[in-house]
């Protein structure tokens, strides 16, 4: 069979639900991160940690279902704006650490 793998970032947990080519849920997981509090008002996220939590729901619903990872022939990752991860970290080399922590949406660090 084929499947198409949707993962999902959100702000405190990775999500991925494998569905089949007509649409019908086969399997679904989720892993929550830390939020890290550094100084009143700021919200950090390790970005390894996020990448961590991902990779472990995208295993884990395919364990599930009983799926290779060959039978998985699309993903869908929505991103943007609204993502923990905005705009992005740089890295030094793969598999490395990223350089700094993610700050979200939630942190107020921007603000006077």
């Known amino acids: 069979m084929k499947y198409l793998l949707a993962l999902d970032q959100g702000t405190t947990s990775s999500r991925a639900i494998l569905f089949s080519l007509e649409g019908r ?28 939590s991902q990779l472990g729901v ?15 022939v699309a993903l869908a990752s929505p991103g943007g704006p609204a993502g ?12 490395s650490r990223c350089w700094t922590w993610c700050g979200p949406w939630r942190g107020r660090r921007g603000f006077p």
Request: aromatic content about 12%.
């Open 25 to 52: 849920p086969v399997a679904m997981a989720q892993r929550e991160f830390r939020q890290l509090y550094p100084r009143p008002g700021w919200v950090e996220h390790d970005p390894l940690e996020i990448w961590e």
């Open 58 to 72: 995208a295993q884990e619903v395919l364990r599930q279902a009983g799926v290779e990872t060959r039978e998985v």
């Open 84 to 95: 923990p991860t905005w705009p992005g970290r740089p890295w030094r080399g793969w598999p």
